[in-house]
């Protein structure tokens, strides 16, 4: 079992862009939610999709959009970055009946 | 609005000594409360869930006790390990919230 992967694992984007980050959930889970995380700061919930739906959305305005594939996989967008974006963002996917969340090892964004 | 405090500083402590952290929340009635250990650079790391009607929690040298009067979870690591050193995150989660929030983390390290 890969756990949960996500890709790229670094990446440096110009202020203005936009950005696609990619995850693959655990085998067997059907749940993805996306975190920013600051330096040393705990992880921020962005959103959470289920059956290819945001169902619950955090604190983020609307440049962070994303998607679920009918395979579970997700994607998170954001555009317009902003140099303050720079983080390290982080999937989790978790099963239905299940409360602990499986992370994947991260994506460091660096926005200049 | 819902607030969860860890210990404000870095942890330092003695291997073979009892490390303890902290974990206080204020406007939230959590149903469960997770524990999490993130390296860095790397995806926090489920170690331990315990409920709201269970007062402690044990696995190999980790134990957790949750008090829902005080608001507050502590998390013990019995006889410590330089391996152990890393950033201890806590979760409390109401029953029917489906997304984690977490606190900023305690960073642990034990000197050989």
């Known amino acids: 079992d890969a756990g949960v992967t996500q890709s790229p694992t670094h990446l440096i984007k110009t202020r203005g862009q936009q950005v696609t980050l990619r995850c693959s959930p655990k085998s067997g889970h059907d749940t993805v939610s996306w975190y920013q995380q600051a330096l040393g700061q705990g992880p921020q919930f962005i959103f959470q999709?289920?059956?290819?739906?945001?169902?619950q959305r955090g604190n983020f305005p609307d440049r962070f959009s994303g998607h679920q594939f009918p395979n579970y996989s997700s994607e998170l967008n954001v555009n317009a970055l902003l140099l303050g974006d720079s983080a390290l963002y982080l999937c989790?996917?978790?099963?239905?009946?299940?409360?602990?969340?499986?992370f994947g090892q991260g994506t460091r964004l660096t926005v200049v | 609005s819902q607030k969860i405090e860890q210990n404000s500083e870095a942890l330092n402590i003695q291997e073979g000594k009892t490390a303890t952290l902290t974990c206080n929340y204020t406007?939230?009635?959590?149903?469960?409360l997770q524990w999490y250990r993130q390296d860095p650079g790397r995806g926090p790391v489920f170690l331990l869930l315990i409920r709201e009607n269970e007062k402690e929690k044990r696995k190999e040298r980790l134990k957790v006790t949750f008090d829902t009067t005080l608001k507050q979870s502590l998390f013990h690591i019995t006889a410590s390990q330089p391996a152990d050193s890393a950033t201890y995150l806590c979760a409390p989660l109401a029953g029917s919230a489906r997304q984690l929030t977490f606190g900023s983390g305690t960073q642990l390290t034990v000197l050989p």
């Open positions: 989790a996917s978790r099963g239905r009946a299940n409360t602990e969340a499986f």
């Open positions: 406007n939230y009635s959590p149903a469960y």
């Open positions: 999709y289920y059956e290819e739906e945001e169902r």
